[in-house]
Protein backbone atom coordinates (compact mmCIF):
# COMPACT_ATOMS: atom_id res chain seq x y z
CA UNK A 1 0.00 0.00 0.00
CA UNK A 2 1.11 3.83 -0.81
CA UNK A 3 1.07 6.28 1.78
CA UNK A 4 -1.76 8.49 1.50
CA UNK A 5 0.28 11.66 0.97
CA UNK A 6 1.69 9.92 -2.18
CA UNK A 7 -1.83 9.34 -3.53
CA UNK A 8 -2.78 12.44 -3.06
CA UNK A 9 0.15 13.98 -4.88
CA UNK A 10 -0.11 11.33 -7.60
CA UNK A 11 -4.05 12.24 -8.23
CA UNK A 12 -3.31 15.93 -8.83
CA UNK A 13 -0.90 15.56 -11.11
CA UNK A 14 -2.74 13.41 -13.20
CA UNK A 15 -5.94 15.69 -12.83
CA UNK A 16 -3.71 18.32 -14.07
CA UNK A 17 -2.30 16.68 -17.05
CA UNK A 18 -5.38 15.66 -18.18
CA UNK A 19 -7.31 19.04 -17.74
CA UNK A 20 -4.60 20.63 -19.23
CA UNK A 21 -4.52 18.22 -22.33
CA UNK A 22 -7.72 18.33 -22.57
CA UNK A 23 -7.63 22.64 -22.95
CA UNK A 24 -5.02 22.12 -25.81
CA UNK A 25 -6.37 19.44 -27.85
CA UNK A 26 -10.36 20.73 -27.66
CA UNK A 27 -10.31 24.23 -26.75
CA UNK A 28 -12.35 23.15 -23.59
CA UNK A 29 -12.37 23.58 -20.36
CA UNK A 30 -13.42 21.26 -17.20
CA UNK A 31 -16.82 23.09 -17.71
CA UNK A 32 -17.27 23.17 -20.94
CA UNK A 33 -16.23 26.75 -21.49
CA UNK A 34 -13.60 28.09 -24.06
CA UNK A 35 -10.17 29.42 -23.29
CA UNK A 36 -11.57 32.82 -23.02
CA UNK A 37 -15.20 32.42 -22.47
CA UNK A 38 -17.02 34.15 -18.75
CA UNK A 39 -19.00 31.88 -16.26
CA UNK A 40 -23.06 32.94 -16.09
CA UNK A 41 -23.14 35.86 -13.99
CA UNK A 42 -26.21 37.19 -11.76
CA UNK A 43 -26.38 39.85 -9.37
CA UNK A 44 -29.29 41.29 -7.28
CA UNK A 45 -28.81 44.83 -4.97
CA UNK A 46 -30.74 45.82 -1.95
CA UNK A 47 -31.38 41.93 -0.82
CA UNK A 48 -30.64 43.41 2.70
CA UNK A 49 -33.25 46.51 3.75
CA UNK A 50 -31.63 47.60 6.87
CA UNK A 51 -28.26 47.82 5.52
CA UNK A 52 -27.14 50.82 3.97
CA UNK A 53 -26.40 49.01 1.02
CA UNK A 54 -26.04 45.24 0.02
CA UNK A 55 -25.35 42.85 -2.99
CA UNK A 56 -25.21 39.61 -4.19
CA UNK A 57 -22.70 38.53 -6.95
CA UNK A 58 -23.14 35.19 -8.67
CA UNK A 59 -20.48 33.94 -11.20
CA UNK A 60 -20.72 30.34 -11.77
CA UNK A 61 -20.18 28.75 -8.67
CA UNK A 62 -19.29 31.54 -7.16
CA UNK A 63 -21.39 34.40 -4.64
CA UNK A 64 -20.61 36.72 -2.56
CA UNK A 65 -23.11 38.79 -0.43
CA UNK A 66 -21.38 42.29 0.17
CA UNK A 67 -22.77 44.84 2.66
CA UNK A 68 -22.29 48.46 3.25
CA UNK A 69 -22.68 50.49 5.90
CA UNK A 70 -22.05 54.15 6.52
CA UNK A 71 -21.39 56.10 9.53
CA UNK A 72 -19.07 59.32 10.65
CA UNK A 73 -15.39 60.81 11.14
CA UNK A 74 -15.93 58.97 13.99
CA UNK A 75 -15.95 55.38 13.23
CA UNK A 76 -13.14 55.79 10.89
CA UNK A 77 -10.65 52.40 11.40
CA UNK A 78 -7.60 52.86 13.60
CA UNK A 79 -4.39 51.38 12.82
CA UNK A 80 -1.53 50.84 14.80
CA UNK A 81 1.40 52.79 13.76
CA UNK A 82 4.77 52.35 14.90
CA UNK A 83 5.88 56.06 14.03
CA UNK A 84 3.78 58.72 14.92
CA UNK A 85 0.12 58.96 15.63
CA UNK A 86 -2.26 56.50 14.56
CA UNK A 87 -3.71 56.13 11.19
CA UNK A 88 -7.16 56.68 10.37
CA UNK A 89 -8.63 54.70 7.74
CA UNK A 90 -12.15 55.96 6.37
CA UNK A 91 -12.74 52.99 4.17
CA UNK A 92 -12.25 49.58 5.07
CA UNK A 93 -13.31 45.67 3.74
CA UNK A 94 -13.72 42.83 5.39
CA UNK A 95 -13.48 39.60 3.44
CA UNK A 96 -14.92 36.33 5.43
CA UNK A 97 -14.50 32.78 3.61
CA UNK A 98 -16.64 30.35 6.20
CA UNK A 99 -16.07 26.77 5.39
CA UNK A 100 -19.78 26.14 4.79
CA UNK A 101 -18.96 27.71 1.67
CA UNK A 102 -17.06 24.82 0.15
CA UNK A 103 -18.93 22.13 2.36
CA UNK A 104 -16.63 21.88 5.13
CA UNK A 105 -17.11 22.05 8.64
CA UNK A 106 -15.05 24.00 10.44
CA UNK A 107 -13.90 26.62 12.99
CA UNK A 108 -14.71 30.44 12.59
CA UNK A 109 -12.49 32.70 14.13
CA UNK A 110 -9.85 34.92 14.09
CA UNK A 111 -9.36 36.11 9.99
CA UNK A 112 -6.70 33.88 8.30
CA UNK A 113 -3.62 35.30 6.25
CA UNK A 114 -5.40 34.06 3.03
CA UNK A 115 -9.15 36.20 4.56
CA UNK A 116 -6.53 39.27 5.44
CA UNK A 117 -4.87 39.00 1.95
CA UNK A 118 -7.87 39.03 -0.21
CA UNK A 119 -9.60 41.22 1.88
CA UNK A 120 -6.65 43.71 1.25
CA UNK A 121 -6.98 43.18 -2.32
CA UNK A 122 -10.51 44.30 -2.86
CA UNK A 123 -10.01 47.11 -0.90
CA UNK A 124 -7.27 48.61 -2.95
CA UNK A 125 -9.43 47.77 -5.88
CA UNK A 126 -12.72 49.76 -4.79
CA UNK A 127 -10.81 52.41 -3.07
CA UNK A 128 -9.18 54.10 -6.40
CA UNK A 129 -13.11 54.79 -7.12
CA UNK A 130 -14.07 56.80 -3.58
CA UNK A 131 -15.06 60.18 -4.06
CA UNK A 132 -12.84 62.52 -2.03
CA UNK A 133 -13.27 62.82 1.59
CA UNK A 134 -14.62 66.56 1.41
CA UNK A 135 -17.44 65.64 -1.36
CA UNK A 136 -18.43 62.43 0.96
CA UNK A 137 -17.19 62.60 4.43
CA UNK A 138 -18.75 59.23 5.92
CA UNK A 139 -16.71 55.82 7.03
CA UNK A 140 -17.28 53.00 4.68
CA UNK A 141 -17.51 49.95 5.63
CA UNK A 142 -17.60 46.87 3.45
CA UNK A 143 -18.40 43.80 4.16
CA UNK A 144 -18.39 40.45 1.67
CA UNK A 145 -19.53 36.93 3.14
CA UNK A 146 -18.58 34.45 0.71
CA UNK A 147 -21.47 31.89 0.45
CA UNK A 148 -20.07 29.92 -1.94
CA UNK A 149 -16.64 29.33 -3.71
CA UNK A 150 -15.26 27.27 -6.70
CA UNK A 151 -12.27 30.30 -7.74
CA UNK A 152 -12.59 34.17 -7.82
CA UNK A 153 -13.85 34.72 -4.23
CA UNK A 154 -11.73 37.65 -3.89
CA UNK A 155 -12.74 39.04 -7.35
CA UNK A 156 -16.31 38.40 -6.72
CA UNK A 157 -16.20 40.54 -3.45
CA UNK A 158 -14.47 43.64 -6.08
CA UNK A 159 -17.98 43.44 -8.06
CA UNK A 160 -20.41 42.47 -5.05
CA UNK A 161 -18.62 45.50 -3.34
CA UNK A 162 -18.91 47.96 -6.64
CA UNK A 163 -22.62 46.83 -6.39
CA UNK A 164 -23.02 47.56 -3.04
CA UNK A 165 -21.31 51.06 -2.81
CA UNK A 166 -24.06 52.06 -5.28
CA UNK A 167 -27.45 50.36 -3.55
CA UNK A 168 -26.19 52.63 -0.60
CA UNK A 169 -25.76 55.45 -2.70
CA UNK A 170 -21.90 56.06 -2.49
CA UNK A 171 -21.11 58.55 -5.23
CA UNK A 172 -17.82 56.58 -6.94
CA UNK A 173 -16.42 57.67 -9.93
CA UNK A 174 -16.41 54.76 -12.10
CA UNK A 175 -17.69 51.14 -12.02
CA UNK A 176 -15.21 48.42 -11.76
CA UNK A 177 -15.11 44.63 -11.63
CA UNK A 178 -12.38 42.10 -11.38
CA UNK A 179 -11.62 38.60 -12.76
CA UNK A 180 -9.21 36.15 -12.26
CA UNK A 181 -7.05 34.63 -14.94
CA UNK A 182 -5.44 31.21 -15.59
CA UNK A 183 -2.30 30.14 -17.81
CA UNK A 184 -1.08 26.65 -19.34
CA UNK A 185 2.42 27.93 -20.38
CA UNK A 186 3.41 24.65 -21.78
CA UNK A 187 1.04 23.51 -24.72
CA UNK A 188 3.69 21.54 -26.72
CA UNK A 189 3.68 18.54 -24.30
CA UNK A 190 -0.19 18.32 -24.91
CA UNK A 191 0.04 18.42 -28.72
CA UNK A 192 -0.37 22.45 -29.16
CA UNK A 193 2.42 24.66 -30.65
CA UNK A 194 4.06 25.66 -27.86
CA UNK A 195 1.78 29.09 -27.17
CA UNK A 196 0.89 29.51 -23.72
CA UNK A 197 -2.79 29.40 -23.35
CA UNK A 198 -4.70 32.29 -21.37
CA UNK A 199 -7.77 31.27 -19.51
CA UNK A 200 -10.61 34.24 -18.65
CA UNK A 201 -12.21 33.75 -15.16
CA UNK A 202 -10.86 30.38 -13.81
CA UNK A 203 -12.69 28.01 -11.68
CA UNK A 204 -10.87 26.70 -8.10
CA UNK A 205 -10.03 23.47 -10.04
CA UNK A 206 -8.04 25.48 -12.90
CA UNK A 207 -6.29 27.25 -10.12
CA UNK A 208 -5.17 24.33 -8.84
CA UNK A 209 -3.69 22.37 -11.50
CA UNK A 210 -2.67 25.76 -13.94
CA UNK A 211 0.22 27.68 -13.65
CA UNK A 212 -1.03 30.87 -12.78
CA UNK A 213 -3.70 33.11 -11.02
CA UNK A 214 -3.72 36.58 -12.18
CA UNK A 215 -6.76 38.67 -10.39
CA UNK A 216 -6.92 42.11 -11.96
CA UNK A 217 -9.68 44.69 -11.07
CA UNK A 218 -10.61 47.44 -13.07
CA UNK A 219 -13.07 48.60 -15.70
CA UNK A 220 -12.38 48.86 -19.33
CA UNK A 221 -9.84 51.86 -19.31
CA UNK A 222 -7.77 51.06 -16.53
CA UNK A 223 -6.80 48.48 -13.40
CA UNK A 224 -7.01 49.81 -9.69
CA UNK A 225 -5.62 46.75 -8.01
CA UNK A 226 -3.90 43.22 -9.62
CA UNK A 227 -2.37 40.23 -7.93
CA UNK A 228 -0.31 37.34 -9.39
CA UNK A 229 1.01 34.08 -7.89
CA UNK A 230 2.55 31.79 -10.38
CA UNK A 231 3.97 28.11 -10.03
CA UNK A 232 7.16 28.88 -13.22
CA UNK A 233 9.95 30.34 -13.05
CA UNK A 234 8.71 33.55 -14.31
CA UNK A 235 6.10 34.59 -17.47
CA UNK A 236 7.37 37.16 -20.53
CA UNK A 237 6.22 40.45 -21.22
CA UNK A 238 4.19 39.55 -24.56
CA UNK A 239 2.58 36.93 -22.65
CA UNK A 240 1.69 38.85 -19.36
CA UNK A 241 0.58 41.62 -21.79
CA UNK A 242 -2.05 38.85 -24.17
CA UNK A 243 -3.44 37.71 -20.15
CA UNK A 244 -4.22 42.11 -19.66
CA UNK A 245 -5.51 42.50 -22.54
CA UNK A 246 -7.75 39.63 -22.21
CA UNK A 247 -8.11 40.40 -18.69
CA UNK A 248 -10.09 43.59 -20.05
CA UNK A 249 -11.75 41.95 -22.47
CA UNK A 250 -13.39 40.00 -19.36
CA UNK A 251 -14.22 43.12 -17.37
CA UNK A 252 -15.55 44.79 -20.00
CA UNK A 253 -18.31 42.04 -20.32
CA UNK A 254 -18.88 41.70 -16.96
CA UNK A 255 -19.74 45.17 -15.70
CA UNK A 256 -22.16 44.78 -19.12
CA UNK A 257 -23.82 42.21 -17.04
CA UNK A 258 -23.56 44.22 -13.78
CA UNK A 259 -25.53 46.95 -15.39
CA UNK A 260 -27.96 45.36 -16.88
CA UNK A 261 -28.96 42.87 -14.52
CA UNK A 262 -28.54 44.91 -10.81
CA UNK A 263 -32.19 46.35 -9.95
Do not use: W
Request: proline share 4%.
Amino acid sequence: LFAEVDVKLVFKEVVSKFLRKRIVEDGRRSDGRTPDELRAINSRCGLLPRAHGSALFTRGETQSLAVVTLGDKQMAQRVDNLVGADELKRFYLQYSFPPSCVGEVGRIGAPSRREIGHGMLAERALERILPSEDDFPYTIRVESTIMESNGSSSMASVCGGCLALQDAGVPIKCSIAGIAMGMVLDTEEFGGDGTPLILSDITGSEDASGDMDFKVAGNEEGITAFQMDIKVGGITIPVMRKALLQARDGRKDILGMMTDMHY
